[in-house]
């Protein structure tokens, strides 16, 4: 069965620091991963995603993953967070075969000034 | 990437009432998509909204509950129907694909946030 795990209810970062939001996934075959940001009382935002190629993929507002195959990982990292990057954000596998988008639980990033 | 919106933005329902959203997009696209985010919780596929044929539900939801409509390339419906208090959530609608192109990406609407008392 396919499935993602987000392993952090919340974390929690100051200002300036670089922050870790992480993803482990299942699924047959090769995944195809994504990361959105869920602002309060708002949809959800595309911010990147990992089909092929590259481990490390660029995003949206400074943000970048990193897909490691062996540990089956793709977290979300940024050098430098921002208060303004808190908000609730979810790792969503999508299996080649099937075409549906399976979501993590999410993850409340909180930064501190 | 699609310019989403859905209607209403939010709304407060009566316990055995029927609620309908609207999904319009600025463009045309191949998929279409419907989910709910119970409370707290992460997002659940309700089904794939099929243009011209009968929606493709989950396991957990079904037709009579959740009637779906999709009669061009552009706009859906979701009913949720005879609601109870455990249908309040966000539902959210999104979008694959514009017509012509292969993204594998789905972009989301900003949800409709419904309560049912």
């Known amino acids: 069965a396919q499935s993602v795990a987000q392993p952090e209810d919340q974390v929690n970062v100051a200002e300036g620091n670089p922050l870790t939001v992480k993803c482990t996934y299942s699924?047959?075959?090769?995944?195809?991963l994504f990361w959105y940001v869920q602002y309060p009382n708002r949809g959800l935002q595309f911010l990147l995603k990992y089909i092929t190629g590259d481990n490390l993929v660029k995003g949206s507002y400074g943000f970048e993953a990193e897909f490691n195959k062996s540990q089956t990982s793709f977290h979300l990292k940024k050098p430098s967070a921002l208060v303004s990057d808190s908000a609730l954000y979810f790792c969503a596998v999508r299996a080649i075969n099937t075409g549906k988008l399976i979501f993590g639980q999410g993850t409340t990033l909180q930064v501190k000034p | 990437s699609a310019v989403i919106s859905q209607k209403p933005s939010r709304d407060i329902c009566q316990r055995g009432t029927s609620l309908t959203i609207q999904c319009q997009v600025d463009s045309q696209v191949t998929m279409m998509f419907w989910y709910r985010q119970q409370p707290g919780q992460s997002l659940t596929l309700i089904a794939t909204a099929n243009q011209g044929s009968e929606a493709t539900y989950e396991s957990g939801f079904v037709i009579d509950k959740f009637p779906i409509s999709r009669p061009n390339l552009t706009f859906s419906t979701l009913t949720v129907s005879n609601m109870s208090p455990e249908d309040s959530s966000i539902y959210l609608c999104s979008v694959e694909d514009p017509v012509g192109t292969s993204t594998d990406t789905q972009y989301f609407g900003p949800g409709t946030r419904l309560t049912v008392l």
């Open positions: 699924v047959s075959g090769n995944p195809y």
